[in-house]
């Protein structure tokens, strides 16, 4: 602003030395813009004499200062950088043929050490694609899949039985332990722990070596960079080992399966059998009730026909006589009579 | 002023190059003095490369020149990433992201998922300060927290009950990391969208949720049955206790009435018992002996009737 206001005053005094000034002030401004540089927030600067890094890097972020053209300003980033590995195909403790892509953050801590060993970022990926290809294959080739996999032991905590009721019905009374876990995690070995109650595997621990190992390599370069961290972005099966696996999701879930239905017919049966109980005594309860009643009346008849047969016997017994002639004499009766049967009496008239 | 004066003075084409140029710098400053944030927006002025300022919504003004620079940054949108799978606008089928949707459980066996996160750029200073490049941090930090959170549990939980939980895992940890990382990014949401079994297991997949089914079938069916026959069966208890009282009500009533009746004759036969006895002896037999086929009188004197019996028999 200043440098154009004084070519304006300047050319309104005299004409005739404008070509000198504005020459003047072009120089003035070229030199002043070389004096100067503008460093962002995110950014740091190393500066450079004659290929000699001069003083500590430039971390302050605004306007500063250089020695004009002598010096070059050299601006790296300061922020979190992201290495982006190339999917590596590694080979686990036992043996399983795995596809690990990971990623990691990196951060240039000393530019000026950056400056000498680097120079640039793009060099700098090259080199963490050499160190942490190396670090992700040697520490997952010192675990098992499932140490590398896994964080914890919570698959085998898991409360099968919550699982199965959830799946199935919710008022469910079913006993759990006779279904096959072996998908839930039943089977899968535990991480190994140490006495402090620290995991000895598991993904966090192969991380945290990855990240130690790459670490040290990285130490050993002197490159003023730090690794601030490292992400598995993905982790699969090789495509050999694929048709495996599947084979064997397919009979762990046919398993499940078989176990849903028995446990559906056990609680089937189980309530066909609540209904017999509850049939069985339904109907045995009205029979006792029924025949009690029956046993009363009956009683209490043979009471009521006593008193009144109890007041003549011997008439009661003439008249009984008398009605079972009426029911057992029938056609193909014959009867016997004595002489002296009032019968007979009738019979000679 | 002055400029304009001398402008007319055409003679000295220096001076009209300058007033050209300096009108030409007015302008462009002009451009270059004022600033627009959208309302979904912030702006970090930075000033020779440092940030002085965060400006809200507006218009506002900045030093000229490139001397105060503006970043605006789309903090109050809700930005959405994919994972998995993309926005299916292009038709790319899923299975074009395996590498991305495909995870190793902990059981060791697979499934396909995919997912998105909702986040918004919460603060715009660690944003555009503390990353170099934020939404590929994210990205990978997703992928990283969803491998881990399914990698620590079965495949069988994974594909049925699992997924709220699951989503609220990842989200915590998502955000963790995203404030370890200083991203100035704040996650909504973590949502799944899908949650398949691979191609080559979805038929014994389907078959387990029919085995569900099946299984709650099994217990319906014989619920429906007991719910049939139970209130049936109290039912028929009832008519039998019922029908057992209107057996004692009979009883009763035909035990007195008979009893009454006995009384009754025997009250009437006293009075006259011998003619009585005869008659009722004889009224009786009258009325059976048209029906008897043969009548054998037999001698008291005699001894027994079996000799007669035999002779019939054989006669027989």
């Not at chain 2, 043969?294 to 001894?303: C, K, S, Y």
């Amino acid at each position: 602003m200043k440098d154009f206001q004084a070519i304006n005053k300047i050319n309104g005094k005299a004409g005739a030395v404008g070509v000198n000034v504005l020459v003047l002030v072009a120089a003035v401004g070229f030199i002043g813009f070389n004096a100067l540089f503008a460093l962002n927030e995110w950014e740091q600067a190393v500066v450079v004499q004659f290929g000699d890094i001069k003083g500590d890097p430039v971390t302050q972020a605004g306007l500063h200062f250089k020695v004009p053209f002598i010096q070059q300003v050299q601006i790296y980033d300061k922020r979190l950088m992201r290495w982006d590995g190339p999917e590596t195909t590694t080979i686990t403790k036992d043996r399983k043929t795995i596809l690990v892509n990971v990623t990691a953050r990196w951060q240039i801590k000393d530019a000026k050490a950056f400056r000498q060993t680097v120079g640039s970022p793009e060099r700098m990926t090259t080199i963490l694609n050499g160190i942490l290809q190396g670090a992700v294959r040697d520490e997952i080739a010192r675990y098992d899949l499932y140490e590398v996999v896994r964080s914890s032991n919570r698959i085998l905590e898991m409360d099968s039985e919550e699982l199965i009721t959830s799946l199935v019905d919710e008022d469910a009374d079913v006993d759990a332990e006779d279904m096959d876990l072996t998908t839930l995690g039943g089977s899968t070995p535990a991480l190994s722990v140490d006495r402090q109650g620290q995991f000895q595997a598991g993904r966090p621990v192969v991380l945290a070596g990855i990240l130690e190992e790459g670490r040290a390599r990285l130490g050993q370069t002197g490159t003023g960079v730090e690794l601030e961290d490292i992400l598995i972005k993905q982790l699969n099966y090789s495509s050999a080992i694929e048709a495996n696996v599947y084979a064997q999701m397919n009979a762990e879930l046919q398993k499940i399966s078989a176990g849903f239905r028995s446990i559906g017919r056990q609680r089937a049966e189980q309530r066909l059998g609540e209904m017999e109980r509850e049939l069985a005594t339904i109907q045995s309860q009205a029979i006792e009730a029924s025949e009690r009643i029956r046993g009363e009346a009956e009683a209490e008849a043979i009471n009521i026909y006593a008193d009144a047969y109890n007041r003549d016997p011997e008439f009661y017994q003439f008249l009984r006589t008398l009605q079972a002639y009426e029911t057992t004499l029938s056609k193909n009766t014959a009867l016997i009579i004595g002489t002296d049967s009032p019968l007979y009496e009738l019979l000679k008239r | 002023m002055q400029i304009e004066v001398e402008g007319k003075v055409i003679e000295v084409p220096i001076k009209t190059f300058a007033t050209i140029l300096v009108a030409a710098l007015v302008v462009l400053s002009a451009f270059t003095l004022f600033y627009q944030v959208a309302p979904e927006e912030e702006g970090l002025v930075l000033r020779f490369g440092r940030h002085v300022k965060t400006a809200e919504p507006g218009l506002h003004f900045k030093l000229p020149f490139g001397i105060d620079r503006v970043i605006k940054v789309p903090t109050r949108i809700l930005a959405v990433e994919s994972f998995g799978y993309r926005d299916n606008r292009t038709g790319t089928p899923v299975s074009a992201y395996r590498e991305e949707n495909s995870m190793l459980t902990g059981d060791l066996n697979m499934v396909l998922v995919g997912w998105d996160v909702q986040f918004s750029r919460v603060n715009p200073k660690d944003f555009i300060f503390n990353v170099q490049d934020p939404i590929n941090t994210l990205r990978d930090i997703s992928q990283s927290v969803m491998r881990e959170v399914t990698g620590d549990r079965a495949s069988i939980l994974i594909l049925t009950v699992g997924r709220s939980e699951i989503q609220q895992q990842v989200r915590e940890r998502l955000q963790r990391q995203c404030d370890q990382f200083r991203m100035g990014i704040h996650i909504n949401e973590v949502n799944l969208l899908f949650v398949d079994p691979p191609g080559a297991v979805v038929d014994a997949f389907n078959d387990l949720n029919k085995a569900e089914q099946d299984a709650v079938r099994f217990f319906e069916e014989a619920s429906k049955q007991y719910q049939e026959r139970v209130p049936r069966a109290k039912g028929e208890a009832q008519r039998v206790i019922l029908e057992a009282e209107g057996f004692r009500q009979r009883r009763m009533n035909v035990a007195r009435g008979e009893s009454q009746r006995f009384v009754d004759m025997m009250t009437a036969y006293k009075q006259s018992p011998d003619v009585t006895r005869k008659r009722l002896y004889l009224e009786t037999m009258e009325r059976q002996l048209p029906g008897i086929k043969e009548v054998v009188v037999v001698d008291e004197a005699l001894q027994g009737v079996l000799p007669l019996m035999n002779v019939r028999g054989g006669a027989l």
